[in-house]
């Protein structure tokens, strides 16, 4: 089915709806103002006396949600870090018993040689 321009213009020109067109829509909106029951807003209000729209809502769930994510991740980092210095500390604190451990046993060694004597007194390192 082909459609001309004429066609087009034809069905979008202007008709009048009929002289008792008006009266039609008044009586359509009184008869549905009539039939509407009032909601009781002020029960519904009586805690919360705020309306709040649902884009609204969704924009104060979103910020709610990004502040705790935000607070999660910052409590995580901190959590790591804490960990990475108990690691690194840790570590230092082997290496300090390790290098006494060592000394130690250099000085039990030397304690426990028989007395024989040495022409000269050297300075040992580990």
Same mark, same amino acid.
């Given at each position: 089915?082909? =459609?001309? $321009? $004429? $066609?087009?213009? @034809? ?5 009048? !709806?009929?002289?008792? =067109? ?15 029951? !009032? ?9 919360? !006396? =705020?309306?709040?729209? !649902?884009? =609204?809502?969704?924009?104060?769930? @979103? ?7 935000? *607070? ?18 840790? @570590?230092? @604190?082997?290496?300090?018993?390790? *290098? ?14 028989? $007395? ?11």
């Amino acid at each position: 089915m082909h =459609f001309s $321009d $004429d $066609d087009l213009a @034809a069905a979008l020109r202007r008709k009048d !709806p009929g002289a008792d =067109f008006t009266q039609r829509v008044i009586s359509a909106v009184e008869a549905g103002r009539a039939s509407a029951e !009032p909601t009781p807003r002020a029960q519904s209000s009586r805690w919360w !006396p =705020f309306r709040f729209s !649902p884009a =609204f809502v969704a924009v104060a769930v @979103a910020i709610v949600l990004g502040a705790a994510s935000w *607070i999660g991740v910052w409590r995580y980092r901190e959590h790591r870090a804490q960990i990475a210095r108990a690691e690194q500390a840790r @570590a230092q @604190a082997i290496l300090a018993l390790r *290098i006494t451990n060592a000394k130690l046993n250099h000085v039990l060694r030397q304690v426990n040689q028989p $007395d024989a004597p040495q022409p000269k007194v050297r300075r040992q390192t580990l």
